[in-house]
């Protein structure tokens, strides 16, 4: 059974740090494209990077890039995503999710998150100004 369980999020100040992590288990994260996705209340899924599985390629929206770093480590079967200079506008609860087909380069954001097959039930980060 495929799971993923989020952990890590928190309530951070303005420009602050932190890093999620995300547990996977029945597969290995080497094989499927890894992804974070953000949802504030009332709102889409954001997404805020990814990780290919076919050549290890990391993909970010211009929003996050340069602040926010996804890596996996295989030997914990774990995807992690340090976020820097925080924004109280991404605050939201951030998820976790998994495509075994990779289906990341050329696609848009919402097709990245419609490609997801598997989700985490994610975790609050809460950032204050």
């Known amino acids: 059974e495929v799971q993923l369980v989020e952990s890590g999020g928190g309530l951070v100040q303005a420009g602050g740090s932190l890093r999620l992590s995300c547990a996977a288990s029945g597969f290995s994260v080497d094989d499927y494209a890894m992804c974070w996705f953000r949802q504030a209340p009332g709102k889409e899924r954001e997404g805020y990077s990814c990780?290919?599985?076919?050549?290890?390629?990391?993909y970010y929206p211009l929003s996050v890039k340069g602040r926010f770093t996804i890596s996996r480590d295989s030997a914990k079967n774990t995807v992690y995503l340090q976020m820097n200079s925080l924004k109280p506008e991404e605050t939201g609860v951030y998820y976790c999710?998994?495509?075994?087909?990779?289906?990341?380069?050329?696609?848009?954001?919402?097709?990245?998150?419609?490609?997801?097959?598997?989700w985490g039930k994610g975790t609050l980060v809460s950032v204050s100004s």
């Open positions: 990780i290919s599985s076919s050549d290890g390629s990391t």
């Open positions: 999710a998994a495509d075994p087909d990779d289906t990341i380069e050329g696609y848009s954001w919402d097709q990245i998150r419609s490609g997801m097959d598997y």
